[in-house]
Structures are given as structure tokens and as C-alpha cells.
Nanobody, 124 residues
Framework: QVQLVESGGGMVPAGGSLRLSCTAS????????MGWVRQAPGKERDLVGTITKSGGSTYYSDSVKGRFTISRDNAKNTVTLQMNSLKPEDTAVYYC?????????????????WGQGTQVSVSS
């Protein structure tokens, strides 16, 4: 079992920045693929991005590419989502996700482990 705890959400004006962090426990962190998923009110969950176990490869959805950056520190069991140039449409609950199955990267399989979510609100 993997436990994921997010932190760093909040409210910012459009154009601002926020950094979300997620700390994992329960399994060797370097064996986990990690991701961030968001869900806006009344909308389906939307994959924000992913990062491979070593951190050597990342993926971003078109809606955040160039503005968001995912990184990880395997020594600290943390993954970070740096969000810059935030837009009102980025408002959502952001979930940290984890899985040991490479299919979450190549086939967009549903993630096995989810954090509790943290709210990000961007005002116009």
C-alpha cells in the first residue's frame, strides 16, 4: 500500500505561481511512477502530467505544457508540481498519483494510488 500526502494548494491571482508537493510512504519511492491529476467542479478528471521512476522522462497535457513542471526527489520520497502562469481554468482539486505499472505511462491506465487532493484556485 502506498500513502500519498499533498501540500501546497491555495488561491492565487491569474499569472501567479504555486508549488504542490507530494510525499509518498509505504513502498520504495524509486519504484513508483508518479503523476498529477486534477478535477475541476462538474468536470471529469484530467491528467496533468507524469514522471518516470528515475525522473528522466516527463509528460504534460497540452493545457499545461510550458507552464507546469514535474520533478521528483527519490531521496526525499517527494514529487513536486511547479505551476507558473496560472490561469482561472487551472482551478481544480489536484491529486498526486502513483503506480508501479508502466501502463500508467504508456497506456494511460487508471492510477492505483491517490492522495487526498489539494485545492488550487486561480482568480481572474
Amino acid at each position: 500500500q502506498v500513502q500519498l500526502v499533498e501540500s501546497g494548494g491555495g488561491m492565487v491571482p491569474a499569472g501567479g505561481s504555486l508549488r504542490l508537493s507530494c510525499t509518498a510512504s509505504g513502498r520504495t519511492f524509486s519504484n513508483l511512477f508518479m503523476g498529477w491529476v486534477r478535477q475541476a467542479p462538474g468536470k471529469e478528471r484530467d491528467l496533468v502530467g507524469t514522471i518516470t521512476k528515475s525522473g528522466g522522462s516527463t509528460y504534460y497535457s497540452d493545457s499545461v505544457k510550458g507552464r507546469f513542471t514535474i520533478s521528483r526527489d527519490n531521496a526525499k520520497n517527494t514529487v513536486t508540481l511547479q505551476m507558473n502562469s496560472l490561469k482561472p481554468e487551472d482551478t481544480a482539486v489536484y491529486y498526486c498519483t502513483a503506480d508501479t505499472d508502466y501502463d500508467v505511462i504508456i497506456k494511460r491506465k487508471e492510477w492505483t494510488y491517490w492522495g487526498q487532493g489539494t485545492q488550487v484556485s486561480v482568480s481572474s
